[in-house]
């Protein structure tokens, strides 16, 4: 099942570099080989459940690590591709 996700990490840091908690989630789920968008508010993940769950779950335990004081997080099952 394909599944996409958002999530933000904070606190923001304004429009200085992204915080260390942001740059080592997207880190996380670059080594997994995920498709990503990471922007200023949040980052966007899509790819397998198989591989993005267990990604996120890494995700929170590095961002916290870094220095998260707050991750907000939305999983969905992305629609399937139609013929």
């Known amino acids: 099942m394909r599944v996409q996700a958002e999530f933000t990490t904070e606190p923001f840091h304004g429009e200085s570099d992204p915080p260390r908690h942001a740059t080592s989630a997207l880190a996380v789920l670059q080594t997994a080989g995920l ?12 790819g397998d459940s198989e591989v993005v769950v267990p990604a996120l779950a890494d995700v929170v335990r590095v961002a916290l690590a870094e220095g998260a004081t707050r991750i907000t997080l939305v999983v969905e099952r992305a629609e399937p591709e139609r013929a």
């Open 35 to 46: 498709e990503t968008d990471f922007g200023p508010l949040g980052t966007a993940v899509a």
